[in-house]
């Protein structure tokens, strides 16, 4: 069975997508904070580039459950800090009270999972 065809594809198939998108979210947003400025554009454009590829890899390898449960937490993660430091610019507000201090908390939860993952033997 190839790993598309793998049963927990469709987490896989979530991550790959949001690799895609975080990846372009951030080349755009580096060229809008070249441009437009923003004291917060910038680190939302990082933190996206560098979240991008872990999420194309876990989707595209077909990991085990607790390295795609790791990718999702930063996923989550990421959409709250990001978005957070994006409504900040964007539309002058939070997203709402503690967003991005939840979403900072996840990010590093979720690495710690990530890191977890290589503790646990695979299943024959």
Known sequence: MSTAEHPA????R??????????????ALSAAAAHLGGAFVG???SFLMTHAPVFLAVGLLGANRILRA???VLLVGLVLFAGDLLARDFIGSRLFPMSAP????LLIGGWLVIAASALVRPRP
């Not at 939840?102 to 908390?105: F, L, V």
């Open 43 to 45: 680190t939302a454009a």
């Open 102 to 105: 939840i979403g900072g908390t």
């Open 9 to 12: 594809n469709g987490s896989n």
């Open 70 to 72: 790791g990718s999702l």
């Open 14 to 27: 979530i991550l790959v997508l949001a690799g895609g998108l975080c990846g372009a979210a951030g080349v």
